[in-house]
């Protein structure tokens, strides 16, 4: 079974610095996309970021990027000069299979934004 | 653009009641539909999801079951709720463009089981 690791359960980061989550996951799959998402207190998971696995450029989106590391199986989020409204529980995900198949969800590392 | 909805945002129901959440989205056709279950704050549980009309997988024997009658809506239910059937439910749709089957994910429903 495809499965993905959230190691740290909890982080906290000052405002303005940078703080990194790791995730690491198992495929067999040669060609798939990787996916954080970001469930703030409300509770709403949006989409904060997505790389696909045969690009070589890590994914960006504004503070947010990716450290992708393909033969390791990791995919690390970092975001830069974090601010209060970054608290939340981080999620990384992929797909169970190929094709159309569901995401697998870690368990989330939660996020606490010190000012 | 595409929606979700869900409801009711929250539900407070006697253990051995009857369930039954609605989830529909708007703006797109065919979508996949999932039913996903967080508990205490934590990870996703995925229940069940759907690539087409009737076509239901279950991930996770248990008191609930899924049906969609139409195109666009996802429906969770259960004829007799359990204490441990509390939690946070999430419904999210996606629509595979060949690559990847990003999802988007509804505004979800807290049920308490009491």
């Known amino acids: 079974a495809q499965t993905v690791t959230q190691s740290q359960p909890e982080m906290s980061v000052q405002e303005a610095e940078t703080v990194t989550l790791s995730c690491t996951y198992d495929?067999?799959?040669?060609?798939?996309?990787l996916f954080w998402y970001k469930q703030p207190p409300s509770r709403q998971m949006i989409l904060v970021i997505r790389q696909e696995a045969y690009k070589q450029q890590n994914a960006t989106e504004n503070r947010f990027s990716v450290n992708f590391q393909k033969a390791a199986k990791s995919f690390s989020l970092k975001i830069s000069d974090s601010q209060l409204g970054d608290a939340a529980m981080y999620f990384c995900?992929?797909?169970?299979?190929?094709?159309?198949?569901?995401?697998?969800f870690g368990k989330g590392t939660r996020l606490s934004v010190i000012a | 653009s595409q929606t979700i909805h869900q409801w009711p945002a929250t539900l407070v129901q006697p253990v051995g009641s009857p369930l039954s959440l609605e989830c529909t989205v708007e703006?797109?056709?065919?979508?996949?539909l999932y039913w996903y279950r967080q508990a205490a704050g934590r990870g996703l549980q995925l229940l069940f999801y759907?690539?087409?009309?009737?076509?239901i997988s279950s991930e996770v024997p248990q008191n609930l079951s899924a049906s969609r009658p139409q195109d666009r809506q996802f429906i969770l239910s259960s004829k007799k709720l359990l204490l441990s059937d509390s939690g946070f439910y999430l419904c999210?749709?996606?629509?595979?463009?060949?690559?990847?089957?990003?999802?988007?994910f509804g505004p979800g429903t807290r049920l308490t089981v009491l």
């Open positions: 703006g797109t056709s065919n979508p996949n």
């Open positions: 995900a992929y797909p169970e299979g190929s094709g159309n198949t569901p995401l697998v």
């Open positions: 999210a749709w996606s629509v595979f463009n060949g690559g990847y089957n990003e999802q988007f």
């Open positions: 495929t067999s799959e040669s060609d798939y996309y």
């Open positions: 759907s690539v087409g009309i009737g076509q």
